[in-house]
């Protein structure tokens, strides 16, 4: 008689789960790959699951690219020239392809893109605080759950956006709908940061983090060309290293030879039987399930490969780690990848409480002029970017006023959640176009103001999932999942 897989799991679940053992699969960097359990689940208001076909409008795909630290409004795309010294900084504000916007001189590729962008100069919420701000910017929602804890995630935090998107949306080519790129957001005193887990959705609706980037150490920038310490400048660091995730079949594996693994079903119960042992009544891991289909199928393997890229290519991009980044979600997103976070700086690189002008001249803006610039690009060039919503915003901009910290040599801005400027582009929004403004200390927004529940909508729209889309968390009380409108005027 054969053995029962435990409840919830299906035999064809097991028959992959003992698979992935007999692999021996090398995970590398995709510590996703992981058995979690979770009670939470999305559904419409009816309390059916979601369907696999959103009714929606056109659903795109959107890559939100995260400035983690908080770049600074006046040093970017909101600049105030004509406001007193000690409000509008050193650098000078240089005109773009379009009509009456300007941005930073350090920005000059992106200058001669601004007709293909929109940027929302207004966007406001509460929150000085680096734990708070990131879990607002990257769950859409202003107010800090119940409990909120500063110093770690919780699971009474609000889903992510990437969670929330990843568990509504279909998979193409087993490859996840959602997930995060290079790496987790990660304090310098080593915490990781609210915000980008599933929170109240529960962990088995975590999304895929495609650790390519792991830091092993408190620096800065997009290494090996700009990696630089706030205080210090420019380091070296050979241990940071940025490889792909390890897909390939173990030594001597050829897939005829996988495919008859598969079907050795004697030894594959043997080690459901044992998994059965661990998981109890959890939910099957979703991302087992998917590893096999991985491993077996080239085109997906050549999405996570940076290793065929022509070197004028990567010179474009920035033979770095924002370059490669933005290169991977590229391939990602022509292998179907629906929704991609992707990280350009990692433990709070953007937060430039001192030397924050040489430290954006010469180690943050140059790698990120460059590589967004170079994305934008290509994705024009290949017909996605109309159908693809570029997002770039931070947690939160900085201080109208520049000040120098007690001990620190150089002046910079402090945290700043009353103003910030997100720049969005492709999926019909309409390029060369500014949606709100603020004072003129770029303090405060006078004009339009947005919230982070008015990007999210954005975000959720632009991906086709309904408005009456719901959520449950494991109590089974429902939330919408739309908290704001889409942001007027882009379109």
Not at 126 to 134: F, K, L, R, T, V
Not at 204 to 217: G, K, N, Q, T, V
Not at 245 to 261: F, I, K, M, V, Y
């Amino acid at each position: 008689m054969q053995p029962h897989p435990p409840h919830g799991l299906s035999r064809r679940h097991a028959l992959q789960a003992g698979a992935i053992g007999l692999l021996g699969l090398g995970t590398n960097h995709l510590s996703a790959l992981r058995a979690l359990g979770g009670d939470a689940a999305l559904r419409s208001p009816s309390g059916a699951p979601p369907p696999a076909g959103l009714p929606a409008a056109k659903a795109r795909s959107v890559v939100y690219i995260f400035l983690s630290g908080g770049l600074a409004q006046h040093e970017s795309f909101d600049m105030k020239p004509d406001a007193p010294l000690e409000f509008r900084g050193e650098f000078a504000p240089i005109s773009t392809s379009a009509d009456g916007i300007q941005v930073c001189e350090h920005l000059p590729k992106l200058a001669r893109l601004a007709h293909k962008y929109a940027l929302v100069r207004s966007l406001t919420h509460p929150s000085n605080d680096h734990s708070g701000a990131h879990h607002i910017m990257l769950t859409g929602r202003s107010e800090l759950p119940a409990g909120f804890d500063r110093t770690k995630p919780k699971e009474t935090d609000w889903p992510g956006m990437v969670a929330l998107a990843g568990s509504i949306l279909p998979p193409l080519h087993n490859l996840p709908p959602a997930l995060v790129l290079p790496d987790k957001l990660q304090h310098r005193e080593g915490r990781f940061l609210q915000g980008q887990f599933a929170g109240q959705l529960g962990k088995a609706h975590d999304p895929w983090f495609l650790e390519m980037s792991p830091y092993h150490s408190a620096h800065y920038g997009a290494y090996p060309e700009y990696l630089f310490h706030h205080e210090k400048g420019a380091l070296q660091d050979e241990r940071l290293v940025f490889q792909a995730p390890h897909l390939s079949l173990p030594q001597g594996l050829t897939n005829q030879r996988l495919l008859d693994r598969l079907s050795l079903r004697s030894s594959l119960e043997q080690q459901s039987r044992r998994l059965a042992e661990s998981i109890e009544d959890t939910a099957f891991d979703r991302y087992r399930e998917a590893a096999v289909s991985l491993l077996t199928d080239q085109s997906v393997r050549q999405a996570f490969d940076l290793g065929q890229t022509p070197p004028a290519t990567l010179a474009r991009y920035g033979d770095n780690s924002f370059g490669w980044s933005l290169l991977m979600a590229r391939q990602l997103l022509e292998s179907g990848v629906r929704l991609i976070q992707v990280n350009l700086g990692n433990n709070e690189s953007w937060d430039t409480h001192q030397a924050a002008f040489p430290n954006l001249k010469n180690f943050l803006l140059p790698p990120m002029d460059r590589a967004v610039s170079a994305f934008l690009e290509d994705l024009d060039a290949s017909g996605l970017l109309s159908d693809t919503l570029v997002v770039m915003g931070s947690e939160f901009g900085r201080t109208p006023k520049i000040s120098t910290l007690p001990g620190a040599k150089f002046p910079g801005r402090d945290h700043w959640g009353a103003a910030q400027t997100v720049l969005l582009a492709g999926a019909g929004v309409s390029g060369g176009t500014v949606i709100g403004a603020t004072d003129k200390k770029g303090a405060y927004p006078v004009s339009a103001p947005q919230k982070p529940e008015n990007l999210a909508a954005t975000i959720y729209q632009a991906l086709g999932i309904p408005r009456t889309m719901e959520w449950h968390d494991p109590l089974q009380r429902p939330h919408m999942l739309y908290q704001g409108e889409p942001i007027q005027g882009l379109i």
